[in-house]
């Protein structure tokens, strides 16, 4: 199958963070691991981390499989939610970059009829930059998260999230802790759950049903953001790693890196203009973006943010 690059989610202009200073907050935790009860503790060890199955998108370098050594570490069982986001910006007063910049991106068909008019993406018009869409608004002006504490954080920039992990004492996983612990400990599977998307009829994950991005018929459950813990965790006991809420990792994107770079403890290449996303989004449809998939990628510059854009957290173990 011919399958083209789709845009995943929707970038700000290069360059354009350079225009608001940005600090870390002001507090940073100084929790143990072990204070940290919603955290999954990884084994670690090897595994066999990307993929050659053919049906992806070969540009985004999801191959050659490669046997990756990790040490063991924790993360989170879940994306951090709005209830947990709150309690970092009530403490910090830290103010996210879609905050700052007064809009962020909104998929069209989730925005009220009011606020339609946000300027389209070229080439994607699926998506809105709406003026004053962020964390707390997350489908622009008249939205709120009362009643989606439980739902994963969006809006969020690289850099907020970044920050956020240093408040709770924290960092954000490698791209490979990542995919190792989406897999679940599934061998070269494709879903953390195995290789079918809707075993025996039943439905896993949060992404878009139906015909994109005209019709979503929301069969799996959600329309937008489905709760952090919505469906069964894998086989370590997290949530999500496929579906609902793309996920910011530690690294520079790039299609070639991992060919020659290290195999232990990989950490992405020194520098780059793009961070790596993983795990797909309730956008993700086959016909235009077969990413819900453990072994699928993407990536966004460090100041973008978008409805579907959220991360969780990792910390070495002890």
């Given at each position: 199958?011919?399958?083209?690059?789709?845009?995943?989610?929707?970038?700000?202009?290069?360059?354009?963070?350079?225009?608001?200073?940005?600090?870390?907050?002001?507090?940073?935790?100084?929790?143990?691991?072990?204070?940290?009860?919603?955290?999954?503790?990884?084994?670690?060890?090897?595994?066999?981390?990307?993929?050659?199955?053919?049906?992806?998108?070969?540009?985004?370098?999801?191959?050659?499989?490669?046997?990756?050594?990790?040490?063991?570490?924790?993360?989170?069982?879940?994306?951090?939610?709005?209830?947990?986001?709150?309690?970092?910006?009530?403490?910090?007063?830290?103010?996210?970059?879609?905050?700052?910049?007064?809009?962020?991106?909104?998929?069209?068909?989730?925005?009220?009829?009011?606020?339609?008019?946000?300027?389209?993406?070229p080439e994607t018009p699926w998506w809105r930059e709406v003026a004053h869409a962020d964390w707390r608004r997350p489908e622009?002006?008249?939205?709120?998260?009362?009643?989606?504490?439980?739902?994963?954080?969006?809006?969020?920039?690289?850099?907020?999230?970044?920050?956020?992990?240093?408040?709770?004492?924290?960092?954000?996983?490698?791209?490979?802790?990542?995919?190792?612990?989406?897999?679940?400990?599934?061998v070269q599977a494709r879903y953390p759950w195995g290789d079918e998307r809707e075993p025996g009829g039943v439905h896993r994950?949060?992404?878009?049903?139906?015909?994109?991005?005209?019709?979503?018929?929301?069969?799996?459950?959600?329309?937008?953001?489905?709760?952090?813990?919505?469906?069964?965790?894998?086989?370590?006991?997290?949530?999500?790693?496929?579906?609902?809420?793309?996920?910011?990792?530690?690294?520079?994107?790039?299609?070639?890196?991992?060919?020659?770079?290290?195999?232990?403890?990989?950490?992405?290449?020194?520098?780059?203009?793009?961070?790596?996303?993983?795990?797909?989004?309730?956008?993700?449809?086959?016909?235009?973006?077969?990413?819900?998939?453990?072994?699928?990628?993407?990536?966004?510059?460090?100041?973008?943010?978008?409805?579907?854009?959220?991360?969780?957290?990792?910390?070495?173990?002890?």
């Amino acid at each position: 199958m011919t399958r083209q690059r789709a845009c995943c989610s929707a970038s700000r202009d290069t360059g354009r963070e350079q225009q608001l200073p940005v600090t870390e907050p002001s507090e940073q935790g100084d929790r143990a691991p072990s204070e940290h009860p919603s955290m999954a503790l990884l084994p670690g060890g090897t595994f066999l981390m990307g993929t050659d199955a053919g049906d992806g998108y070969a540009a985004d370098g999801e191959g050659p499989v490669r046997e990756i050594r990790l040490a063991p570490f924790l993360i989170d069982a879940t994306a951090v939610t709005n209830a947990a986001f709150a309690e970092f910006t009530d403490a910090t007063g830290w103010l996210t970059l879609a905050e700052r910049f007064g809009t962020s991106f909104v998929f069209a068909g989730l925005l009220p009829d009011d606020v339609r008019d946000g300027r389209p993406v070229p080439e994607t018009p699926w998506w809105r930059e709406v003026a004053h869409a962020d964390w707390r608004r997350p489908e622009g002006p008249g939205s709120d998260i009362a009643g989606r504490m439980d739902h994963p954080v969006v809006h969020v920039t690289w850099r907020d999230a970044r920050a956020y992990a240093k408040w709770a004492g924290k960092r954000l996983p490698t791209e490979a802790e990542w995919e190792y612990a989406a897999r679940g400990g599934l061998v070269q599977a494709r879903y953390p759950w195995g290789d079918e998307r809707e075993p025996g009829g039943v439905h896993r994950m949060n992404v878009w049903q139906g015909e994109f991005p005209v019709r979503d018929t929301g069969a799996d459950g959600h329309l937008g953001t489905a709760p952090a813990d919505a469906y069964e965790p894998n086989g370590y006991g997290l949530y999500n790693t496929c579906g609902n809420v793309w996920e910011w990792c530690a690294d520079w994107f790039h299609p070639t890196w991992h060919t020659t770079g290290p195999r232990t403890g990989p950490v992405g290449p020194p520098s780059g203009d793009r961070k790596v996303m993983r795990g797909g989004s309730y956008l993700c449809h086959e016909s235009h973006c077969f990413r819900y998939r453990v072994d699928a990628r993407s990536s966004n510059t460090p100041d973008s943010s978008a409805g579907n854009i959220g991360f969780r957290c990792a910390v070495e173990a002890d």
